[in-house]
């Protein structure tokens, strides 16, 4: 059985992006009697190691984990910003040991003002790259997502030839179910045109990635009451069944539409509904 984790950040809306956050994150995985929660860099209140240590401690003495830690990315930024980036994540993989923590997301950059998509994706691959050699030598791992706010790498190819250039083995791919483009969550998508209905290009990413990824992103939206509507979850469980994935499946909500559901709610209803298509033969 897949463990799963909430994203923290899912919920910021209530609790701001402080440390607070976690702490409710953490509250509602014991309460679900899930595996734990997935943090970001922009929650911690300091990179002092005794708050990092008793943070993990607090986390932990609920009976949950701490899973991976994401580095912000604006983009809508230029490239310019690679190197600060760069700089941020490798102060993040020197502290990350405090929370115990081995995993680390790190998500591509827009394609921004007159920069080419080519001319991106290699500033990126650069990027991931610096980032993977300082990461390996301290027992990290790094997690490519794939992003679409006009950014690379936001198709399936995009990713497998990022995987593919890339030379590291603290290299990973986590998979957003809601990130490729073809997803009416993501930047650029023409909701008057395709009526809220994800495109078939999204699940052909997802068909691609799903045998290459290490953990997934399962993105909720709830823009309309029941079920997700926007992302068929029965299809993409049964791509990632079928690539035999067995990762930690992270749940992030993001508020969509007329749906207005409580965040705190709205991660209850994905883990129960997620929970459910997994145990199903």
Known sequence: MNPIYLQALSLNSIH???D??????????????????????????????????ELAHSIESRGVQLGYCGLIVNFQ???TVVQS???????????????????????????VGSQTQEFTFNAVKNKVQTICDH?????????LHN???????????????????????????????????????SGGFDHSLHANQAQTELYESIETCAPLASMVRAKFYFAEPGDEQWLDYPRIVRTLKNADFEGPISIVYENKGDGNRPADEALSDAADYLNKLLNEE
């Open 16 to 18: 701001g992006n402080t």
């Open 20 to 53: 607070g956050t976690i702490h409710a994150a953490a509250d509602l995985a014991a309460e679900l009697g899930i595996a734990g929660v997935d943090i970001e860099d922009r929650l911690l209140a300091s990179y002092e190691p005794s708050y990092l240590q």
């Open 77 to 79: 930024s230029p490239i």
């Open 85 to 111: 980036e760069i700089e941020s994540a490798i102060e993040l993989i020197k502290v990350l040991p405090h929370l115990g923590i081995s995993k680390m997301r790190v998500a591509g950059n827009g394609v």
């Open 135 to 143: 990461a390996a030598d301290a027992g990290i791992d790094v997690y």
């Open 147 to 185: 992003h679409n706010h006009g950014s690379v790498p936001s198709t399936g190819a995009q990713i497998v030839r990022m995987l593919d250039e890339v030379n590291s083995p603290a290299l990973k791919h986590v998979l957003d179910t809601g990130q490729f483009q073809g997803s009416p969550g």
